[in-house]
């Protein structure tokens, strides 16, 4: 049975100019969401000046996807989906190592049972990010890891907190 990543019941949505996505913090047990208001609960931090609709699915905590031996998929945050395109996000409110590594391997599993399940030529543009609060700016020294990732997927990994729609 097909796995349905764009369920209304995990998604948020907004049409502001500036908004955030937001992780609460451990224990995890809530998906992530679309957060207008409160900017220091934002992880990442959304700029859509053109004020275009945008749409998060949250995937880690909403959508169960399950690998061959029945063993929960590593799974990123959620999907953003607006105009023609596909975003997915993971996000990060961590200050030690290894960070980048595991959000790579999160979002290149999620970016493989999606695309087993859905057909994503219909969309445009495809990407993927990493944002961590804690480092907010580009990352310049993962090179390594955004190579692994367009190698596993062919889309390409940007790091940075700050999304311009």
């Known amino acids: ?53 945008i749409e998060f699915y949250a995937v880690d905590h909403c959508v169960e996807v399950r690998r061959p031996d029945n063993k929960r998929a590593r799974r990123c945050d959620g999907i953003l989906k607006y105009s023609n395109d596909l975003m997915f996000v993971e996000l990060k409110d961590r200050g030690h190592t290894g960070w980048v590594v595991g959000g790579r391997k999160q979002l290149t599993e999620t970016v493989a049972f999606l695309t087993a399940n859905h057909d994503i030529t219909v969309y445009t543009n495809i990407h993927a990010r990493i944002c961590n609060k804690q480092r907010p700016l580009a990352v310049t020294n993962c090179m390594t890891e955004v190579q692994m990732f367009k190698d596993d997927t062919t889309l390409t990994l940007i790091i940075d907190r700050t999304i311009i729609i």
């Open 1 to 53: 049975m097909p796995i349905d990543f764009f369920q209304d019941v995990c998604k948020t949505e907004s049409s502001v100019k500036k908004f955030g996505l937001c992780d609460d913090p451990p224990p995890a047990e809530k998906p992530a969401y679309i957060d207008e208001n409160d900017s220091s609960k934002w992880i990442a931090e959304v700029q859509n000046e053109n004020e275009i609709a």
